[in-house]
């Protein structure tokens, strides 16, 4: 046998699962395992962070964007702590992700020595798999370990290595086995469940077909259902996209970060085709709507809602199944009533698009992104109101896709994601979309971007407020207390750290900034660039409760909600009133 260190070793049990790229700080506990690193650079990019937490949150990203393990490390104490919020988004979006952790070395570990800490318990909620090894030649058949269990459970590994073991030689020659995910069985519809959901649908009056990240690889099936049985789509957030969001048949997302049709239709509906998903809001639907629920964790189903029919199934071969029916529902009136109230909610945004006259809009800013985004562009979202602009207007209709932190909702997402998005896709147009908040969170690690010649475009949405939180307050009628942030010329600061920066604050000068921006891309430019985007403080509607329908709510409501957002009757009325046109 070849004997090489330990931390070589490890390095190449990375390369072997075809990881290629790998985020951290080094420091004097973890210093050996990154020469390993350095043993294999060739194959093995390390990227160098300015902080851990970005590291750990680009992982996450890798793992969302790519469905490939994603890893980062930090050294004992600080640098391991500071893993945690990436981990935590990883564990909540169900992402294979690998930490490693620096330790002590094993003759002063349990000596109180500087910066030692026990870290297994540290890691013990947010990690399914958590050891440190004990030996130099444990090291490499431990990170294998952690690996197939991170893609086994679809959550987060962490190995803690103490620095001497890494630096130990070892007798290595590599797995035979290594780079083999497993075959992730698929469950098969029964006929009888397929039966039972055509002859559901046959008989609803006024049914909706709901989407979630299960249905990722079935965009060509979801259209296709939607079409042969007349069925309004809504998708969860994350999964926005899966179905095309300009086909008439998608109303959106239903919620906060949803929209007006998306809200109506659910609202109205008489059946719930449940596909993919375990959407926690789904409680919230309306008594006396039958549910189907599809979902090929047997644990995950009646969980949010209690269902009348469940079937255990991948969701791609349970629309493949009702593809076969001989059955097609000719389009409704609730369908058309739907593509309708879709439409008017559309040319409602636009309209709102293309007014500055009071100051630059978010939405006139995703509207900009939306013309200039090429068809495979790939986009980072952070967290906050900048997520519900962007959801309702970002094409996501041809290649085009995304990530987000959808269940841990972490601000600070979004410029960690572009770094990893770019890592992953050189080759293509790569966005990120924050707040001011979220991106003061992590704005060094522009840096990061700088370093290594990596293009992102990071859109600043600055309006000097906490929005998303602004938003709870005005409904809790408290006062605007802590929310108001000291705004900053974000797009000198980018020049300062070597990227591209533009400011602007009306349309004429947004427009201007992407007619550069398209030159420079078009030159080749390899720097990342910040359109810092000055907008005015509008508090965005809330679609988790869109109370216009006069038959449910009564006039005040209607009237106060309608003020507040400026949605006037006119251009967006209640589906239910253009259901009674038909």
Do not use: C
């Not at 070589?8 to 080094?26: C, E, F, P």
């Not at 076969?324 to 945004?349: G, H, I, M, Y």
């Amino acid at each position: 046998m070849t004997k090489i260190k330990a931390g070589q070793a490890l390095a190449q049990v990375l390369v072997d699962w075809k990881i290629d790229h790998i985020y951290g700080i080094t420091a004097d506990s973890i210093n050996n395992t990154v020469d390993g690193f350095y043993q294999e650079k060739e194959h093995l990019n390390y990227i160098q962070v300015r902080h851990e937490e970005v590291g750990a949150l680009a992982a996450a990203a890798d793992a969302k964007l790519t469905g490939m393990i994603g890893v980062s490390f930090g050294s004992a104490g600080p640098g391991a702590v500071h893993l945690l919020n990436g981990l935590y988004d990883a564990k909540m979006d169900h992402v294979p992700v690998l930490a490693l952790v620096g330790q002590s070395a094993t003759s002063i570990m349990n000596t109180n020595f500087f910066q030692e800490m026990n870290q297994d318990p540290i890691f013990a909620d947010v990690a399914e798999f958590h050891k440190q090894v004990t030996t130099a030649e444990q090291i490499p058949y431990v990170v294998d370990e952690a690996i197939r269990s991170a893609y086994a459970t679809h959550s987060v590994s962490v190995v803690i290595i103490p620095d001497d073991l890494s630096g130990q030689d070892i007798e290595f020659e590599g797995f035979k086995t290594a780079s083999l995910k497993g075959s992730q069985q698929v469950v098969m519809p029964k006929a009888e469940d397929i039966q039972q959901t055509i002859s559901a649908l046959k008989a609803a009056k006024q049914p909706v077909l709901w989407i979630g990240k299960g249905a990722y690889n079935a965009r060509r099936e979801v259209v296709a259902v939607s079409e042969k049985f007349s069925l309004p789509v809504l998708s969860t957030a994350p999964a926005t996209g899966i179905m095309p969001t300009d086909h008439p048949n998608f109303m959106g997302s239903r919620g906060r970060l949803g929209t007006k049709p998306a809200f109506e239709v659910s609202q109205a509906a008489d059946l719930v085709l449940f596909v993919g998903t375990n959407f926690p809001f789904a409680r919230y639907l309306p008594q006396g709507i039958k549910f189907i629920q599809v979902n090929n964790n047997l644990a995950d189903l009646g969980k949010q809602h209690d269902a009348d029919i469940t079937v255990l199934a991948d969701a791609k071969q349970f629309f493949k199944a009702l593809l076969q029916s001989e059955v097609t529902v000719e389009p409704t009136k609730f369908l058309e009533a739907a593509q309708r109230d879709k439409q008017n909610w559309d040319r409602w945004l636009k309209a709102i698009a293309a007014d500055d006259q009071d100051g630059l809009t978010a939405e006139g800013v995703l509207e900009a992104i939306k013309e200039n985004a090429s068809d495979d562009a790939v986009f980072g979202l952070d967290v906050g109101n900048n997520t519900e602009w962007a959801i309702r207007q970002l094409p996501l209709n041809k290649q085009q896709t995304f990530t987000m932190s959808a269940w841990y909702g972490t601000m600070g997402f979004g410029l960690p994601a572009g770094l990893a998005a770019k890592l992953d896709y050189p080759d293509k147009q790569v966005w990120s979309i924050s707040g001011d908040g979220g991106y003061a969170m992590v704005m060094p690690d522009l840096l990061t971007d700088v370093k290594y010649h990596l293009p992102v475009i990071n859109v600043v949405l600055e309006n000097k407020v906490l929005g998303f939180i602004q938003h709870e307050k005005l409904l809790a009628n408290q006062a605007p207390y802590g929310i108001d942030l000291i705004g900053a010329d974000w797009a000198k600061m980018a020049e300062n750290m070597g990227a591209i920066g533009f400011k602007v604050t009306s349309l004429k000068e947004l427009n201007a900034a992407f007619q550069k921006i398209t030159q420079l891309q078009q030159a080749g430019n390899q720097l990342p660039i910040v359109i810092d985007a000055k907008i005015k403080n509008v508090d965005p509607i809330d679609t988790s409760f869109v109370p216009v329908d006069p038959a449910s709510f009564d006039a005040d409501t209607i009237v106060k909600y309608r003020e507040r957002y400026g949605i006037d009757e006119t251009t967006q009325p209640a589906l239910s009133q253009l259901l009674n046109e038909l």
